[in-house]
């Protein structure tokens, strides 16, 4: 954006809030509120290739004033422009030179939350993949590209949110779970795990993908309207979002969103078809990302009217979202995370100030490998870990670290004493080593596909585990199938 | 009819066992000097053999009929044999024997000469390929591994669990973990001494081998005799790898020699490589053509994305590396003329 | 005199010294008979023993030496070794005048105790006949091959030079030597305890085995301490009967190795032997590098495990887990940039 326009753009922030009680109509306002970004827009669709135009330049010849330097020019062609970063960040889910395992079972709707599984290896269904494709839950740094197709192993840690789901389904209740453990410890496929399981179970999954996403001023903001204090609209990220959520719970076998008709009347900026259903809805927030966020409210408002399936909402990498955001605002002071609308909304299901009347689990996975500092959310955890399992034995807030009160008061829940009743609303589920049985359930499943070339006894499956520093999934991996080979 | 006599073969396929726990026994004082004469293993061929030598001792008695002995040597081993009631021909016998050809009558020579002429043209008398050497069997290592586990042993006095079978397995050394062909190439992709680096690239090589497609072999270009099917390449990287390599390395080098042909001239000398020494060659050849490459995706994997589809190339047999292969092959062909050998005495 | 015709002389004497009555041929070097010739005087050639002679036959009253007076020689074929002329007497055929004159030639001339005495290097051709002689003595007796023969460490040639004072030559040095490890091979159950103790002349003062250091044992919790170090680090690694958890300055095995290879060698002294399953270790480890650290908790590892299991020591040493890995960091050098570096070199 060239300077004047960014300076117009700030005057006209600063103004807003005068400008708004003569403000006639909210459509008309946002049709002239001038949206800013600092980069382009990330959700956009990649530029497909046209034909006859020479987009792959041609090196340019340079002048080579060094003497005796006959360098060869290269003057091949050139990757177009975001092929390799595409390459880098493609998502391959199976590999054609593995082996097929015979043994290998797929989730099913009936028994996927039955505590049977535990330490069995469990494929997940071709529907399922792509929808978790859809909500982007498959990350690059997993191993999917090595097997034949994706499967996780059903380890103590997914039958206990197994287990959260199931309440949260027969009793209607909002369960919200954070999921902490040491590096490379499974916490992002766990919460792939809980995805595919309410997928499965055919609930309404809304996933965030990356919180850092949200909030690295990648995406352009707005203020929203009648919002004290300010809050904060992003309509790209909201529109794609949208999009996300159509196209990961309206699959063919399951069109669910095309089932429900619209039964409140939302207020909208644009004219919605009388008799409408949810997709009609989402399809207009993603077609006019103006109004993705009023789209977004309408919807939710939709989904938690009664008799409608429970609700998954996840986010990944939640450290980010706990703390003060990359967007300024008028005043050129950060925004809070808290203040972003997307954000607000899942942190007020997580905190408990709203809950989801047909039931549903609210999952936020930390990370250990690009996390921020943020003291609350590290304390928190480790409060609840503590409390797990010494309840007398809880640490100590370190006085001289730097408080976050808005982050604090969000996770309280955490530090309240356990209750007596069998699934607190706010927990901690420790992600930590597998078991041993465990261990030789998923090496038996490498061994099969025929990445792991050796004899699985009880000797080997404790020396891999002994090296993967006490049964750490992600370094056993690692040990047994990525590093020797 | 299968090959009658095909002793050589024979010997190559007995297969090699390890000796186990014997081999640390400490040596007998004395040692049986190795008898000149054959023995039968077998005390039922005793009869069989002809008497014609009056010493009742079995080792001084003479061989049987060359093919009796064949068959018998078939028998053993399981596989099918001359068929006894038959005979042999002749021309079977003396085959390879240049001493006995030349006693043929003129009709089998001829007949030989029109068997010898009907090869392939253009197919070599020699072979270019490497075989390695020392690899016990002879064959190539295909990377199997036993499923048996080794039997346990009784506990020994200072000792709480099973003794572990000594000798060791090849890769039980702290140095010497990896498998000796990836360690070469892990240390010659190392550069400025990073070798933790070299080892995940090394890794990110042997993923990409197993994730690519199967292989196409070009007839053209043929990889070491017993490689196994190209569909079996992906699962064992290693090999993968390995085939790769010893397909393409040299089996000599051109030392120029100065001042050898006169006048200042250097004289080219092929010189033959050892089995490191081959490889090495082969790996550089194949990481040179691999850093020409263009980088198809950003980040670390760059560079194991090119080294990995080099050797694929490789094993497609559209690499560079084979032209370099053949050049250097002809010209050692070419300068085998000035190889002095040391003169007899 | 020729050096030849004094060796032939000296011969001479040496056949006329064994025709004597008194079998010389058969006594040691170290043990002159003393008793058979209580007048002759000997000069020895090694300190000590002209000590043992001064002490234990004191020269009541030394008289100068002087010229020989004038003999009487009754037989004319005495005179061929004018020379050595009290030795000549006693080839001699006989007869009482002869021995009296012997007798009296005793009394007279000087006889050095060793036949080398007039030698360049006496000690060592005393030594060098010495060993033969022992060798002739059990050459017929049973020998073992070297490998299983008890390990010595013997003399260097420095050593034995400044022992003897005289300048061996090394060739000659290890001839002798040679005798002395076959003498070695001799089967031990049968080897005479003269040779035994004739054998320690020629070995060192420290032998390979003397210092035992004192097995570790088990403390009362059963587990067993091992200390390992490589480069500048030091690791100590206290190892339990257990289920194979792995501690690390209280972290586990892959948070505190990042690498999988520095994991690995960590614990490669189970790993080789199979026993990861069947131990817990805790181990603390400082100093150095990551490099360092895991190579000294694999020393650590090793030595803990031995104390569990003694007979594990091949097993071990095949894994390459028992010897210290001596390398360290050359220092630095004034004049040089580095270690070994120099600064490149200017004009003027």
Redesign the interface.
Known sequence: MPPPTCLRSFSQLSLDSAARASMASRARAHAQMACFSTSAARYANPVSKKKGMAQTKKGNKTLNVKKGRNTVQDTGKRPAQGERKAARKRIVLTNDNALEVATLKDMTKADVLSEANQGRVLGIPEATVDALRAVEAFKTTQGWSLFRRPATLMRKETIELAKVMKAAEDDKKTLRRVLSGERLSGKSTLLLQGLSMAFVRQWIVINLPEAQDIINAHTEYAPLPDSQPTQYTQETYTASLLSQILKANNTAENPMLEKIKVTTSPALPLALPADATLKQLIELGIVNPEASWPVFVALWQELTQPGRPPIMLAVDGTAHMMKESDYLNAEVKPIHSFDLTIIRHFIDHLSGAKSLPNGGVILAATSQSNAPSTPALDFSVQVAEARQVDPSKTPRWNPYKNIDPRVMEALKDLHSPTAKEQLKPLDVIKVGGLSKDEARSIMEYYAESGMLRAKIDDGFVTEKWSLAGMGNIGELERASVRLRI | MPPRLNVLSLARAIPYRPKGQAQWLSRPAARLAPTQTRTYSDAKDEDKVPAADRSKRIDAKPLGHVSEEASAMADITGGEGPDLSQGTPVQDIVRGDKKAEEKLPKVMKEQLKSNASSAPKGSRSYSTSTTPIGGGSGAFDMGLMSMTSPPAEAVAPGLKFEMPVLPLPKDGHLKHRYDPVVDQVTNLLMRHGMKSVAQRNMALILQQLRTASVPTINPQRPLLPGAPPPSHLPLNPVLYLTLAIDSVSPLLRIRNMKGAAGGGVALPIPVPLGQRQRRRTAIQWILGAASKRKTNTSGKTGYAQRVASEIISVIEGRSSVWDRRNMVHKAGISARANIVLPRKR | MARGELSRTLWSAAEGLRSAPRPQCTRTMRLPYRSLQPAARFISTTPSRSAELIKETPEPTPEPFTAAPEFQFEGEEDIEDGDMGPRGGKRSKGGNSQQSNNQLLRTLRVIPASRSYFSAKPTFNDDYLHVSALLRSVATLPTI?ST?APRVAWKTIDQYRIMTNEPVKTQRFHKMMHIVKRLNLVHPSLMPEHIKIAMRRFMKDSQPGDVVPEPQVLDQWGRARGVGRRKTSSAVVWLV?G????LVNGK????FFG???H???A??AL????????YNMFGLVQGGGSTGQAEAL?LAVAKALLV?????K??LR????VTRDPRKVERKKTGHVKARKMPTWVKR
């Open positions: 091959s299983e009967e289920e194979g958890e792995v586990s095995l892959s948070q690498r999988l290879h994991r690995e060698s614990v490669w790993k080789a032997t199979q026993r990861l399953d069947k694999t569990h299991e003694p007979a594990l091949p097993a095949r894994a390459g887990c």
